[in-house]
């Protein structure tokens, strides 16, 4: 069997732990991966300072504190992924209510890992499946480019090799940007002149 290590990303939001509770009786080892707090200014700001990424634009409709956050939550969660020679990772958001039939979903779709760099675990990127040297390959892509529209556009659209999977079994509780990244404020010019000409 595959070693696939699971994660939930989330801020650990009351109504959320509601829904990651389930999500244990699916994957009783699934893990939380801390998301960095967009509705803390300081914090989102020194996350971005701290990844050496050169900023373009998220979008000009979600240039929230709240989409940079989960932005840069994805790409330490790869890093990690790297840094701990996690062979595979199963990232996914905490909105989500897993089926019974997910960790089956997840291993029959493993072997398209040997072609592709990362799996799109459904339409809007709320859950990805990485191998090692796909993490790494996927880090390499968003290095090169920096922060040139959200995380989920960016890593189907911009990133190579990205393979999008088809009726994942679970349900999404929260309809798509009705979530935490829409609620946090929006970044204002001034902030954003800065983190460009930190490039």
């Known amino acids: ?29 699934i893990e939380i991966y801390k998301s960095i707090n967009g509705y803390n200014i300081d914090e ?13 634009e998220l979008h000009k409709d979600y240039e929230t504190y709240g989409t940079l956050a989960n932005y840069l939550t994805k ?15 199963c990232l996914i958001e905490d909105d989500l209510i897993l089926d019974k039939d997910f960790p089956k979903f997840i291993e029959d779709n493993l072997h398209f890992l040997e072609e592709y ?6 339409e809007w990127g709320e859950g990805y499946i990485t191998s090692l040297e796909g993490a790494k390959n996927v880090l390499n892509d968003i290095t090169k480019d920096g922060i040139i529209k ?10 190579s090799k ?16 009705l979530g935490d990244c829409m609620k946090t404020e929006q970044i204002p010019d001034s902030i954003i002149k800065n983190f460009k000409e930190h490039n």
């Open 117 to 122: 760099n990362i799996l799109q675990l459904d």
């Open 1 to 29: 069997m595959n070693k696939i290590k699971y994660f939930i990303q989330s801020l650990e939001r009351p109504e959320r732990l509601e829904y990651i509770e389930k999500n244990k009786k699916i994957i009783q080892d």
């Open 75 to 89: 790409i330490n969660a790869f890093k990690y992924q790297i840094e701990n020679n996690i062979e595979y990772m």
């Open 150 to 159: 959200n995380i989920d556009n960016q890593l189907s659209q911009n990133c």
């Open 44 to 56: 989102t700001c020194n996350e971005f300072y701290k990844s050496g990424l050169k900023y373009t």
């Open 162 to 177: 990205n393979k999008r999977l088809y009726n994942t079994p679970w349900i999404l509780a929260i309809p798509t940007n």
